[in-house]
């Protein structure tokens, strides 16, 4: 069992680097042993190990640099990317993790001048994409440990299995730059190769009865469907689903390490909700055959890696939802081994009472309270192992997801606690104010960061796992936040999405080939801002013209001009909504 034998057999990465910069190449070398650096060509990305004339020359900028996190071939060359700043978040399993606070994509595309008009064009768009990706919230890595790998699957592992480079101990589904790495592997950089996951990690210490301890909660986001909000719904046709996350709560007490997995997902169904100016999109379910198939992967692969798989769908059993929600529930019941559970999450709770997830609690908690924990001793034992997962999911998986994952997790801590008698059997950790506001302060920081990542806002209702109840000052947050997500999904996400689909490989570049941006990428005129000021101008003059409308007749045909050519604005907009939002440019929804 390796959860964390002693450093020295344990690999390491180099913690400390350089960045020489010269005319013709970037130099890359630890501070440490100058002799094991890398250089890169400026010119054409070529990766060379670093030899006697490497680092000869004067340097024309030298900076210190945290890591390497790949290489991505554009049309006219590679970008290289690299750690510039980071933060210390905490410590996992006795070990620093760092949060990415700058990175940045390092041009060696010097051929960039031969290029044809259009592949300049394209370039441009290319490199905008690698500049939203530089501002990626909530990634973090670790030099001496693995962050992708849960505390379970660890005791699984081989002796011998942390003294393998980083990148092989990885999970590759949450490695968020793996496809960035190849030519790093393939040169056998190992000491550089830096491993980013995205999700949250949160840690507190508390001390409960005189028992010091620390609770971390480690999520981890697959990157198999990465993408925004509204243009990464439902499930591909392998049975990946969007905004898929594993949320691990680690609680170290007395020598015991305990660890409570949850998953989150959207629908696995074929599903889409494209957005076209409406605050609330159109929900479409995509008929197609292979839909038993693509539920049966995804639930197969869940009960290989996880064990016994009970459902918690949280979506509303009316309209638009209540229908998705049933056809969730007919292709679950082909499932006969996955127990499915429907919580109206909006109609039994509202927006204030959280106590009433008990009532779901009452229909869920035997058999979850069977899964079980994972659970080791300080001398490596196992005593118990966790036999099943919750999987929660809304719409978005986020916001009603991430207060009822907070509800099941608090029921597991108190029953941790009561196992090795730091609780009796009539205590729980709500009792205790300081440690539990601690508590819930990290389950709702890590529903902020996983709501960034997908929907480029903070969670809605934190409120209810921050303090238990809607505040003014958070329902106000709410609203903004809506607000916000509207603006994004609508305006921002289509080059978001584009971006996401680069980093992960879902789309590659290609050489010597027809632009593929040209078909969508066509510069579209956009009629938004003319609507907009004629949809405003139309209900200023209206609304002016009817006030003034008692004079005479003159003034109501006036009002009445206006009303309808506002009326009209309105009619188009909605009609082409669609067309007027950003979308990408680069891959097809499924």
Known sequence: ????????????????????????KYVIKPVDSPHEGFSVDRRDGNIKPLDDNSSSGNATKVSKIFGVGGTIRLLAGTHLLVITAREEAGTFLGFPIFRVTGMKFLPCNGNLRFATAQEKKDEAYFRT????????????????????????????????????????????????NWHLLEELIECKLDGFITPLLQGSYQVAELQLKNSPSVISLISRRCTRRLGTRMWRRGANLEGDTANFVESEQI?????????????????????????DLSYKPQLKINKHEDTPKVVQRHFHDLSQRYGEVMVVNLTDQHGAEGELGKAYATEMARLPDVRYVAFDFHHICGTTNF??????????????????????????????????????????????????????????LNLQLQRIGVLDSAECVSMFEGDYTKFRT???????????????????????????????????????????????????????????????????????????????GGSQPSFLPVASALLIGGVTVTSFTIHQAGRNTQQYLASALWAGVTAGVVAVIKANGRHLCSRPRLCHLI
């Open 442 to 520: 990290i389950w709702a920081e890590q529903g902020d960061e996983i709501s960034l990542q997908y929907a480029g806002t903070y969670a809605l209702k934190g409120d209810l796992v921050r303090y238990g109840k809607q505040t003014v000052s958070g329902a106000i947050k709410d609203g903004i936040s809506a607000m916000s997500r509207y603006y994004l999904n609508n305006f921002q996400d289509g080059v978001r999405q584009d971006a996401l689909d680069l980093i992960s490989g879902r789309y590659t570049v290609g050489t010597n080939s027809p632009s593929q941006l040209q078909p969508i």
């Open 1 to 24: 069992m390796e959860i964390a034998p002693p450093s020295s057999s344990r690999f390491k990465l180099y913690d400390q680097l350089q960045l020489l910069e010269f005319p013709d």
């Open 129 to 176: 994409l690698l500049q939203a990706l530089e501002t990626t919230p909530g990634l973090y890595f670790s030099y001496e440990t693995d962050l992708t790998v849960n505390l379970q699957r660890r005791s699984k592992l081989a002796v011998g299995w942390t003294s393998k480079p980083m990148w092989k101990q990885a999970d590759p589904r949450y490695v968020w």
């Open 355 to 412: 106590d009433n997830l008990g009532v779901l609690y009452e229909e869920i908690g035997d058999e979850f309270e069977k899964q079980g924990y994972f659970l080791v001793d300080a001398d490596g034992n196992i005593l118990e192992e966790q036999k099943g997962v919750i999987r929660s999911n809304c719409i978005d998986c986020l916001d009603r997801t991430n207060v009822t994952q907070n509800y099941m997790a608090q029921k597991s």
């Open 251 to 275: 609680l170290e007490i007395n020598g015991f390490k305990f660890s409570l997995l949850q998953v989150r997902g959207s629908i696995p169904l074929l599903w889409e909700q494209i957005v």
